[in-house]
Each structure stands twice: as C-alpha cells, then as structure tokens.
C-alpha cells in the first residue's frame, strides 16, 4: 500500500508531500491542485508502463507542465503587496515525482536536455535520476537501486554496487529496462505493483461502452481501466470472495 506521495514542480504543486490512508478522499476548492494530484499519480504509473516521455509530451511538454510560479515565494508576495508572478528561472528545471509503501520507494527526477538546434526532439524530458530503496524512506543504507543519468546501479543481497546499466537511454526507465527476476527482483515486483494501478476516471457507461462490449473473460483480480473486462472481474470477486 502506498503511505506517502511527493510531487515537486508539477503544475500548481510547487513541493508537497501527503501521507495517505487506506482511502484518500482529495477535497478543495477550484485550481487547488486536485487534479494536479491524481495527474501526478497517473505519471507515477505511465513510468512502469514505458510511457512517461510521451505522456509529458501528450500534457504540452515539460516547459508547460512545471511548475510556472516564482522559485520562492517572497513574504511580499505572501502579504499579496508583490504579485505572485513566473520569472526567469535560475535553477535547472525538474519534475520529481516519488512515492513509498511499507515496503518499497522510488522516486524520479526528469529534467531537460542541453539544448540542441539538430534536434527536433530537443525538448523531450530526460529522466535524470532515480532510486529505489526498501523500507518507507530512502536512506543511505537502505538504497537498493540507484540511476544517475546513464548509469544504474543496483545493490546485491550482500550488499555490494553492481553497475547494472553505463548506457541507458535519457528517455528510459531503469524500473522497465533492469528490472529482472535474479539480479533485480525488487525493481520487478514493484513495477509489477506499478503496472496494477488503475484508474477509473474515464470509465463509459454508455451504450457502446467497452464494458457492454462481449469480452473473453479470464481470470481478472484488477479492473482495466477501460471496465472492458467487468463481467470478468465480478466473476472473479464471485470466486475469490470480496475479502481480496
Ligand atoms: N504549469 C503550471 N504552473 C503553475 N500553475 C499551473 C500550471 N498548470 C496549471 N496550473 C494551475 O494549477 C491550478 C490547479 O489546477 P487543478 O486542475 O489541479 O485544480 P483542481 O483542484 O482540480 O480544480 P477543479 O476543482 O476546478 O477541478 C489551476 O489554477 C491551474 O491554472
Ligand atoms: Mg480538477
């Protein structure tokens, strides 16, 4: 179960951290962040999926979906005699999203590239950093997997650094490209966690819903996001009982 969530640089949401219960119920006023919230949780998934890059460039690219305030909110700015107002950035721009569980964390920094005039694919996000750790928060003894730019390390059970990966790719995900059942089970489990997410907001009802559709029912313990396989999955809950 996941216990705590932190978005950095995510549209409204500058740097936040929420812990999380069982069930969350996100309440606010208009432009709070809500949204901006489950949108972030949706990348979190798009990252075990393989689809992180494209979905920030389906979201208007990196540029739009940061954060577009002040770096700091100045006491004037908060005393509302300074308008809040964007300005020139003079950090490097970043995206960090992360999240733990009882068990496991991992978190992702994105970023973007040196610009490039041959490119036309110069403002892809890059995924900077990320780190997979055991337990609720990262330290640095509880680290288990470990990405700096093109370079995974992953710890074995005795403790020590493997380089994993010296070349992976600006625009892959060390949680889908070294995960493997023997040197790196814990990345595996996760994303497999990961990949079980779902998220029911664009679930049709209506009469050419997929749910409506007749379907090849197997054995279905997690909706599709869709509702196709419904029918499946009240059968499965029929079968295994609700107590799951
Ligand atoms: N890149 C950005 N930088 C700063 N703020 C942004 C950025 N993109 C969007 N926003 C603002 O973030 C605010 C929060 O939007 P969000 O859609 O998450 O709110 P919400 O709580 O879901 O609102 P509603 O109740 O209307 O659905 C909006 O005011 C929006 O204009
Ligand atoms: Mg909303």
Redesign the pocket.
């Known amino acids: 179960m996941m216990t705590r969530l932190a978005i950095a640089g995510y549209?409204?949401l500058r740097d936040i951290t929420v812990t999380l219960g069982p069930l969350n119920v996100v309440t606010?006023?208009?432009?709070?962040?809500?949204?901006?919230?489950y949108r972030a949780l949706k990348l979190l998934a798009d990252i075990a999926q393989g689809r992180i890059i494209q979905s920030l460039a389906t979201e208007g690219g990196l540029q739009?979906?940061?954060?577009?305030?002040p770096e700091a909110v100045s006491r004037a700015m908060k005393a509302a005699t300074k308008p809040v107002q964007g300005l020139v950035r003079k950090k490097p721009v970043s995206l960090k999203l992360g999240f733990s569980g009882t068990d496991y964390g991992y978190a992702i920094d994105l970023g973007l590239p040196r610009p490039d005039s041959r490119s036309k694919f110069s403002s892809d996000p890059e995924i900077k950093v990320e780190s997979q750790w055991t337990g609720e928060r990262l330290g640095r003894a509880n680290a288990f997997a470990v990405r700096n730019g093109p370079s995974v390390r992953i710890r074995s059970d005795s403790g020590e650094w493997r380089q994993a990966y010296t070349h992976l790719a600006s625009f892959d995900s060390m949680m889908t490209h070294c995960s493997d059942p023997r040197d790196a089970v814990e990345l595996l489990v996760l994303r497999e966690r990961m990949r079980d997410w779902r998220f029911y907001d664009h679930l049709r009802t209506d009469r050419d819903a997929p749910a409506r559709k007749p379907q090849v029912g197997t054995y279905t313990p997690v909706l599709a996001s869709d509702g196709s396989d419904l029918a499946a999955a009240v059968q499965t809950i029929r079968e295994i009982g609700d107590a799951e």
């Open positions: 549209r409204s606010g006023a208009n432009g709070s962040g809500k949204s901006s919230l739009s979906t940061l954060w577009a305030g």
